[in-house]
């Protein structure tokens, strides 16, 4: 019922997308999020809508046409400017698509714009932990290649494993920032950021081998995060860390303290997105895995 030469016509068909996309009705919503781009790309909702419309790709499994959408972006293809909120917004999704959909190398390089550009401090936070997993990522892509049976030259080896090791300083680096910003969390964004920081300091220290820091991070998540499922993967990655070490009774010592904080974990906790196993498996794997077994999480391995 309204004009199209009314102002308010462009801002009621991105609020109708934004109605369809949260029904799920993806294919409707596409439909709305095009037609702005298509017809209103420099109105304030069109620049707006590059992020939504990439996540209505992605969700129809549409990862190209998401990537797509997003690098016109931040390649400048557009009306934004480089300093512009959406512009950095559109920056944060490529690195997440990229991490999500394993193009670690190509996400690390737009994350990598985006906190040159002083993103306000939630951006430089989210875009730090997703520089640490993508380079975990692509370690741990480098470390497969390795072990995958090509011939290869000592000095192609060398080389990878070089480029592996200067990868994992880069997460250990990134996480580290995350850890220190966030040392008194005032909100429980903060918190669930240093949370998040903490797990992937110690994922990233036990890909190097270095077992103390590991250890240092996952008590730190597993002291000051004890409500959270997590804390249990931090408390058996103590136990194995402290058999890398060769200390037998600090590892039995962990992987009871494990089994005590299973005990006392709400069954609400064990259910939810964050949790690795819920109860039955939790109790299954911690008294038929042997003391110290290791138990991944983040990057996929």
Wanted: a negative charge; aromatic letters at 6%; hydrophobic letters at 40%.
């Amino acid at each position: 019922a309204t004009a199209d030469t009314d102002p308010d016509r462009v801002e009621l068909m991105y609020d109708l997308a934004q109605c369809l996309q949260a029904e799920g009705r993806f294919d409707d919503a596409i439909t709305w999020y095009e037609r702005i781009r298509r017809e209103r790309p420099g109105s304030p909702a069109g620049t707006r809508t590059p992020v939504p419309l990439a996540r209505c790709y992605e969700a129809q499994d549409r990862f190209d046409d998401a990537w797509h959408q997003l690098q016109q972006i931040a390649e400048g293809r557009g009306t934004l400017m480089p300093t512009a909120i959406d512009h950095r917004r559109a920056l944060l999704e490529l690195g997440g698509l990229g991490f999500r959909t394993k193009r670690y190398e190509e996400a690390l390089h737009w994350l990598d714009g985006l906190i040159a550009r002083q993103p306000s401090p939630s951006e430089s936070l989210e875009a730090h932990l997703l520089v640490s997993s993508c380079a975990r990522g692509a370690a741990t892509d480098i470390e497969r290649a390795l072990l995958d049976g090509t011939p290869r030259s000592p000095g192609e080896c060398l080389e990878l494993d070089t480029r592996r090791h200067a990868l994992l300083q880069r997460a250990l680096e990134a996480s580290t920032f995350v850890v220190d910003a966030t040392a008194r969390p005032g909100s429980p964004a903060m918190a669930d950021a240093n949370r998040r920081g903490l797990v992937d300091l110690g994922d990233t220290a036990w890909d190097l081998d270095r077992w103390s820091e590991s250890i240092r991070a996952y008590e730190q998540v597993a002291r000051e995060h004890a409500a959270h499922p997590v804390s249990l993967h931090a408390l058996v990655q103590v136990a194995s860390a402290w058999l890398e070490l060769g200390d037998v009774e600090r590892a039995e010592a962990a992987h009871q303290r494990a089994l005590r904080r299973l005990e006392t974990m709400p069954d609400d906790s064990l259910v939810s997105i964050d949790s690795l196993m819920d109860r039955d498996v939790w109790e299954r794997w911690m008294h038929v895995m042997p003391v110290g077994t290791e138990l991944a999480t983040g990057v996929e391995r």
